[in-house]
């Protein structure tokens, strides 16, 4: 059952604004535009109105009238979606619910290592309470100074320090959910052990809104670490590489929080767009790896255990120059490198992406198997194909060639897709290992997942959702 009408009642809209009150919502054109459109620009919405309640039972009051009217509800926080997961869709007939006046932290616990925190709370925001607390929250990605606490865990997301603290789903002890039909699950404890029934909260992890409004969490706190060790070592493969990981884990143990992959092309693009970006070696190498330990050590004991290894895999043949930061100064220039390397790919023209996972020991074929069929396929575009090594999660990309014409090279977008996603699911990989299905990849999961397993989602959404007014379009063709 899709949802409801394609518009809105002006009756409805207007008991909305009634329930939401003053400061409560936006309804002018301009004050609406910037949730109208997606951050890649795939998608532009409409709305007639974007609620930002200010408390749980506000959220839940906003669900029951939709409910009520099968108004559809997209929820949407930082806006930084890579597949349109939170843009409303053409019809007019969907409120944006933005809970970014929801933004508190209501309780930090630095003894229970657990912080309760509003869904709207900025990302940053939380980092930076938990390390005045001497606590880590270890999530870090490239949005964070935007991203909010109900976007990151309605996507599940990931980031750079997946492979020592795990994904978003991982960091969570505890939620608060507003369900379709108004009704609030309050699961919002923070405890590490309860194997009481199912495990309720973990559904709308990963769900994208499309199974309830997730208002508040509690998630996880960890110590702070003191020390911390960053290379940048130039390898001669991406094979090198995996072998690498390998090595540098058994060394330092859970001490190894970033394994970042940098092939070639993608530092020639940081290097040419990217103010104040430098190339550490006076060579070009075929690729190369951000590493990062961080731990309870002083920096000089964490750096020659780093370094030690990097010699030791270097006498392998695995490393052909590295360079060890030594000062926070050069840390964060490694991390430029790494981080801008989607805005360099921006600014060198159209660009197709791809977020794929395969066993990270397989990568090397992967990449090897997967680079043949793009250049058959697209003679002269350039792959940059880089990301989390670590978590065997790459963003295989693909520039278009140099003095292409864009709009041809972006019309063979779904044809190359399909390659690229038949390649991962030879390799029984994932097409989306970290962004999402959002409305980008609907027809994709409808055609790689296994048939069972979108039976029990469909099943899901029927039960939870019965109306389909919880982001419709999103995740699922139909419910
Ligand atoms: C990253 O790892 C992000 O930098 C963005 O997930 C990936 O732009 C991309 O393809
Ligand atoms: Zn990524």
């Known amino acids: 059952m899709p949802a409801g009408p394609a518009t ?30 997606d951050f890649r620009r795939l998608y532009h919405g409409a709305t007639p109105l974007v609620a930002l309640p200010a408390s749980t039972g506000q959220v839940a009051e906003l669900v029951r009238l939709c409910a009520q009217e099968r108004i559809g509800i ?30 508190r932290i209501r309780a930090l616990d630095p003894s229970n290592y657990s912080v309760t925190v509003e869904a709207g709370c900025v990302l940053a925001t939380l980092q930076d309470a938990a390390e005045h607390s001497e606590r880590l929250f270890p999530m870090s990605l490239g949005s964070e100074g935007s991203c909010t606490i109900g976007g990151l865990l309605s996507t599940n997301a990931g980031g750079t320090a997946v492979l020592r ?65 960053t290379a940048f070592a130039a390898l001669p493969s991406a094979q090198a590489a995996v072998d690498l990981l390998s090595r540098v884990r058994s060394a330092l143990g859970d001490s190894v929080t970033t394994f970042e992959l940098v092939p070639g092309a993608a530092l020639d693009l940081v290097c040419r767009h990217i103010e104040g970006a430098t190339d550490p070696f006076d060579a070009r190498h075929p690729c190369y ?42 840390r964060e220039a490694f991390w430029k490198l790494r981080e801008s390397i989607p805005e360099a790919q921006t600014r060198e023209g159209a660009s197709l992406k791809h977020d794929i996972s395969v066993a990270s020991q397989r990568l090397p074929d992967f ?4 680079a043949a069929l793009l250049e058959h396929l697209v003679p002269g575009a350039r792959l940059v194909a880089y990301g989390h090594l670590g978590d065997g999660n790459l963003h295989f990309n693909l520039s278009v060639p ?22 991962v699911a030879r390799y ?44 419709p379009g999103k995740v699922l063709d139909a419910p």
């Not at 929820?75 to 929801?102: F, H, I, W």
């Not at 990062?292 to 010699?311: H, I, K, M, R, Y």
């Not at 990449?367 to 997967?370: A, L, R, V």
């Open 8 to 37: 809105i009642r002006p009756e409805a809209l207007d008991a909305l604004r009634d329930l939401l009150g003053p400061g409560g919502y936006l309804d002018q054109p301009a004050d609406i535009e910037p949730f109208l459109t």
């Open 74 to 103: 997209v929820p949407q926080g930082g806006n930084t979606s890579y597949c349109g997961g939170a843009t409303p869709r053409e019809s007019g007939g969907e409120v944006v619910l933005s809970l970014r006046r929801m933004n």
């Open 165 to 229: 603290y795990g994904m978003m789903r991982e960091l969570v002890l505890g939620l608060e959910v507003v369900l379709p039909d108004g009704r609030v699950l309050d699961q919002l404890r923070s405890l590490r052990k309860d194997n009481t029934g199912y495990d309720v909260k973990q559904l709308f992890i990963g769900a994208e809104g499309t199974l309830g409004v997730i208002t508040a969490a509690c998630l996880k706190l960890f110590p702070l670490p003191r020390g911390h060790a």
């Open 289 to 330: 790896v951000l590493v990062e330990a961080t731990g309870f050590a002083p920096d000089p004991e964490l750096s020659s255990g780093l370094e030690a290894v990097l010699a030791e895999a270097a006498g392998a043949g695995l490393v052909r120059d590295a360079v060890l930061a030594s000062s926070s100064r050069q």
């Open 367 to 370: 990449i090897e198997e997967g």
């Open 402 to 423: 140099p003095g292409g014409d864009p709009q041809a090279f972006l019309a063979r977008a779904g044809e190359v897709r399909r390659a690229v996603h038949d390649l």
């Open 428 to 471: 029984r990989g994932s097409f989306s290992a970290e962004h999402g299905i959002g409305r980008y990849k609907v027809g994709e999961l409808a055609r790689y997942e296994d048939p069972v397993a979108l039976a029990v989602m469909r099943d899901i959404k029927r039960s939870l959702d019965p109306q389909g007014i919880m982001n």
